[in-house]
């Protein structure tokens, strides 16, 4: 049976980006976070009763990693960024570090104390698998998803502002992209939102297995194609927009490639972008041949829409 590791941080609350985003970078697979601030209201807003719990200012949160993976240097190394960040945020101070091995299964039951239904937008309403839940209007879609050990459920600020951006520039019938999938989320939704054709890919085998589950979950799926893949290396699919949610560092790679497959006034969405990456991943996008159309910015996240176009009156700075 696989093993996973847990590492948990408690921090302050202001501090949840900030270590969200350290643990992926470290390599984890996923973060999950408990905050006693979700239990402030006596009923959720999807009609649960929740339980009374004693307020803190402090939350955990909580990464995965494999087993393969050595925790101790691990640890180390998170305590020394942690430690440089700190004399930055002091937001950071007094945090604690625990950690634990789990099995693969028992890592995604522990998602599902977490996880619960999520309004994204007017339109985009994620429903975890086990959960009843009814729409309130004709023209909520709903998301069905157990994310299981896949990154990528819908409510963090990287992936909604993905679910924006597709939002804004499916209008029906085209052929996406889908870089990274993870949970495959980003695959659903732009065939809910009309797209024609999905190709999903990632490289980790967990990630495609977990997103074709997610897939079948969800009625009229028919038309998305999950693959293990890297980027964009050696797809010869042309496609009208291409969608990625994946650390900057990792985004740069790609662009080039998008652009060669990206079919004229098509769109590449690039989120995943830490503030201080932004600079760098938007001047590689501009030099592969894109123009920007669209910044989105959630807290310390940014997210681009880019497009492949002749006439640039509509885009920044056209």
Known sequence: MEMWQELT??????????????????????????????????????????????????????????????????????????????????VLANVTVTSQALKEEDWAENWKKYYEPARISHDLTIVPSWTEYEPRSSFEKIIKLDPGMAFGTGTHPTTKMSLFALEQVLRGGETVIDVGTGSGVLSIASILLGAKEVYAYDLDDVAVRVAKENISLNPGMENVHVATGDLLRGVTQKADVIVANIL???????????????????????????????????????????????????????????????????????
């Open 248 to 318: 900057a560092d990792i985004l740069v790679h790609l662009t080039d490639d998008a652009f060669q497959l990206v079919e004229k006034e098509g769109y590449l969405i690039l989120s995943g972008i830490i503030a201080d990456k932004l600079e760098m991943v938007l001047s590689k996008a501009l030099s592969s041949g894109f123009f920007l159309e669209t910044h989105l910015i959630q807290g310390e996240w940014n997210a681009l829409v880019l497009k492949k176009t002749d006439d640039i009156s509509g885009v920044i700075g056209g």
């Open 9 to 90: 941080l408690t921090v302050s609350r202001q501090a949840e980006e900030i270590v969200s985003n350290l643990l992926i970078e470290l390599g984890s697979q996923g973060v999950a976070i408990e905050d006693t601030a979700d239990y402030l209201k006596e009923e959720s807003p999807f009609g649960e009763l929740v339980p009374e719990i004693e307020q803190s200012e402090l939350i955990k949160i909580t990464g995965y990693y494999p087993e393969t993976q050595n925790l101790t240097l691990l640890s180390e190394t998170l305590t020394e960024k942690l430690l440089e960040l700190t004399a930055i945020e002091p």
